[in-house]
């Protein structure tokens, strides 16, 4: 039962094997003669999320011959290969998939609830299981054979709807807040487009916006080399790093005191904008008060605006779309694109007129902190259910 400490009591529960609760489904479909209009290929399915947000419409393109299982309405379908991606969905439609992904249900629909077995696929204890016995090193793979042998202690039926019920409502909840974050993200760049694309304001060269050298690429290799990174010292800020406008620390390098004193005019202050150099054009990060002093990395450049202009406003300029389109198309290179300094100075910026700038800007940065809110609430809601659900054998 579910007890005050929100664990579930397993110890009177029988223990069954998966391939005795479970068949895998062969119904076979010729994808240009069923009738079918949409297929689910791997990249259709996200990790921990039982829905299928994406599809391909048959007769779009090229299936190849591996794409002739039919799947129906509240069947799961089960990504057998790369089992550690944990790619467990319920189809709320017909279509066909390839082979290499299960359509999965029960086999007997009062012992073990066809609601209940994709919440079952989601357990630790089933993706530790199938990855555990996968084959295969480059792009492992699991047998429903294999699948077959996995054992768990089966719930009862009344016990089961409760547990669904349960982990229901943490889904309904995280959707909510996703449905609230998609809106506001919507409604934010609406705005960030009819202020920083669509006006009539006159655009201007990123240059005329920044101080005197405030545009800096980063220290070359002559400068920084792969000798002088340490375990403990003063972070340096790769294109990697940038991550939704900020820097993260996930696998950031580091350097010395020392090294940082050699390079002094590749610190980083406050308000400070960066860029990457080459590769993904799209990456941006904002310079707060916790990178104050740290080093623009090779591969990064970094944008310092004048006294007197507002530096979100340029950071948001630089973030639009249109901007990353041009820097696509005015970067050097074809193998990998490249930015150099004269063009990141040629960029044309728009600022909404000075009576007008702060405002934007302020709902801007509210509408950042609304989506921060609202994906920390998601993640909470998420966390809660993942230990409901593991909760299931003791975990």
């Known amino acids: 039962m579910y007890a005050k400490n929100n664990k579930i009591s397993n110890l009177s529960w029988p223990r069954v094997k998966f391939g005795d609760m479970v068949r ?4 076979k479909a010729n994808p240009e003669t069923s009738g079918l209009a949409r297929y689910i290929a791997g990249d259709h399915m996200d990790t921990d999320d039982l829905r299928l947000r994406r599809w391909g419409d048959i007769g779009s393109g090229y299936l ?3 794409f002739h299982m039919r799947f129906k309405p509240g069947q799961v379908l089960y990504g057998s290969r790369r089992t550690y991606l944990r790619k467990v969905a319920v189809a709320d439609f017909d279509g066909i998939c390839a082979n290499t992904t299960f359509v999965l249900e029960s ?3 009062d012992v073990l609830l066809p609601q209940f077995l994709p919440f079952l696929m989601q357990t630790n204890a089933f993706n530790e299981f199938s990855v555990k016995n996968s084959k295969g090193s480059v792009n492992p793979y699991i047998n429903f054979s294999d699948l077959a042998r996995f054992e768990f202690a089966l ?9 669904v019920e349960l982990l229901r409502q943490f889904e309904l909840q995280a959707e909510s807040y996703n449905d609230a974050f998609l809106a506001l993200k919507k409604l934010k760049a609406s705005l960030a487009q009819a202020e920083f694309v669509e006006s009539n304001v006159r655009a201007l060269p990123l240059n005329q916006l920044c101080s005197k050298s405030g545009i800096q690429i980063g220290p070359f290799g002559a400068q920084l080399h792969s000798y002088d990174y340490v375990v403990d010292g003063v972070p340096v800020v790769m294109p990697a790093d940038m991550t939704n406008g900020k820097v993260v620390l996930d696998r950031i390098a580091r350097v010395s005191e020392q090294k940082i004193s050699e390079l002094q005019q590749h610190t980083l202050r406050q308000g400070d904008i960066l860029l990457p150099r080459r590769g993904d054009l799209d990456r941006r990060a904002w310079v707060s008060e916790v990178e104050e002093g740290w080093l623009c990395g090779t591969g990064s450049i970094r944008i310092r605006v004048a006294d007197g ?12 779309p249109a901007t990353v389109s041009w820097l696509k198309a005015n970067a050097v290179g074809t193998t990998m694109p490249n930015l150099n300094t004269k063009i990141v100075a040629s960029i ?3 600022l909404p ?9 302020k709902a801007l940065d509210d509408f950042d902190s609304a989506e921060h809110e609202l994906t920390t609430r998601r993640q909470t809601a998420a966390a809660l259910r993942s230990q409901l659900l593991n909760s299931l054998w003791g975990e």
Not at 24 to 27: C, F, G, L, T, V
Not at 155 to 162: H, I, T
Not at 353 to 361: A, F, G, M, S
Request: charged content about 30%.
């Open 24 to 27: 895998q489904s062969k119904e």
């Open 64 to 66: 190849g011959p591996a």
């Open 107 to 109: 086999k007997e629909p």
């Open 155 to 163: 719930p009862p039926k009344a016990e089961q709807l409760r547990i």
């Open 309 to 320: 202009v507002n530096p979100r406003g340029v950071f948001y300029a630089l973030s639009m």
């Open 348 to 350: 044309p910026i728009k």
């Open 353 to 361: 007129r000075p009576e007008r700038l702060n405002d934007v800007v």
